[in-house]
């Protein structure tokens, strides 16, 4: 295998080409990818492109209008964000929840979005903040929203030798919390995760509601019909009945279909009545 290391998108972009059709890697945190390979099984990449030393893709920056996350930021980095914590609640609460201290310090949030693991703790936060995802590539750049860019168990939009560069997200002044059910207190890879971002009048009414769930279907999906039913005045009895109709579990190693449709609706009850004072706490 060999090993580049580029310190520029544009050493990066001349590195491709002399590279042409070889088969490659993008290499940031490694936390997903190097357990992946079995060098038994020849299961290693031809080239591997370590991007943690491009200029510019780390940090996170405001302007008035938006937060930028460099795609190289990692989930520590965002779990001691201020900044997160105060307009990103749901962000800041998945990092808080992610792996464990040494993990934390290697992934990267852009790690977690090409992965594009329908149990990613990261994914549904940007979903309800409907973050872009800004991409850089040899034919130059473009963003996509997120629930655009990841189209797969693992696949997403990415053209070769495009990369993430950035995620924007919009400071709407809109709250959000972040729920995970793992099979163990830490350490733990979602059985269920989600996150609802939401605005409400004096009295308590929603005056805008997105929620979007990990670990129910190939990716993160949002459940609009419960939204709608709730938005509607309906009982959060009757709503949470509708939440089977936005998710297509599976069984795996972890939870059955049916384990995972009754613990999604149960959590999100639960949360429901009790961080967002709906129905009968
Ligand atoms: C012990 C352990 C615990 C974990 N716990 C959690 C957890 O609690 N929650 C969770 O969500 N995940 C967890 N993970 C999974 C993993 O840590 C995350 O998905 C992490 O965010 C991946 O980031 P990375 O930088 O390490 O990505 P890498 O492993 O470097 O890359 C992952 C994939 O994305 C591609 N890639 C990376 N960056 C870019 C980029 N900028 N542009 C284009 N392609 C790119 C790589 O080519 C690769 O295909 C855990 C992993 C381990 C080993």
Redesign the pocket.
């Known amino acids: 295998m060999k090993y580049f290391r580029p310190n520029s998108i544009d050493e990066y972009h001349e590195l491709l080409v002399t590279l042409k059709e070889t088969s490659m890697?993008?290499?940031?945190?490694?936390?997903?990818?190097?357990?992946r390979w079995e060098p038994d099984k020849g299961l290693m990449p031809d080239v591997l492109i370590d991007?943690k030393k491009i200029d510019g893709?780390m940090g996170i920056r405001e302007n008035e209008d938006e937060i930028i996350i460099g795609?190289?930021t990692t989930?520590q980095d965002i779990k001691k964000s201020i900044l997160m914590q105060n307009e990103f609640g749901s962000l800041s609460e998945?990092a808080r929840?992610?792996?464990?201290v040494q993990?934390r310090h290697?992934?990267?949030?852009?790690?977690?979005?090409?992965?594009a693991?329908p149990?990613?703790?990261?994914?549904p936060g940007l979903y309800v903040h409907q973050a872009n995802i800004q991409l850089i590539g040899p034919n130059g750049s473009r963003s996509i929203p997120i629930s655009k860019f990841i189209i797969g168990p693992g696949k997403t939009m990415?053209e070769p030798g495009?990369?993430?560069?950035e995620i924007h997200l919009l400071r709407k002044g809109v709250k959000s919390l972040f729920y995970k059910l793992g099979l163990r207190q830490s350490?733990?890879?979602?059985v269920v995760n989600f996150a609802i971002a939401y605005q409400q009048d004096s009295n308590g009414a929603f005056t805008s509601l997105n929620i979007a769930a990990g670990s129910v279907a190939p990716t993160i999906v949002y459940l609009e019909s419960f939204v709608d039913a709730i938005m509607s005045g309906v009982s959060l009895d009757e709503a949470i009945q509708h939440v089977d109709i936005d998710i297509s579990p599976i069984d795996d190693i972890r939870a059955t279909a049916d384990y995972r449709s009754t613990a999604l609706k149960n959590v999100l009850e639960y949360n429901f009545r009790h961080e967002l004072h709906q129905g009968n706490e």
């Open positions: 890697s993008i290499l940031a945190g490694g936390t997903d990818l190097m357990p991007i893709l795609a190289l989930i998945a929840q992610f792996a464990g993990i290697r992934a990267t949030i852009g790690g977690n979005i090409c992965n693991s149990a990613g703790d990261i994914l990415l495009e990369i993430v560069s350490m733990a890879i979602a």
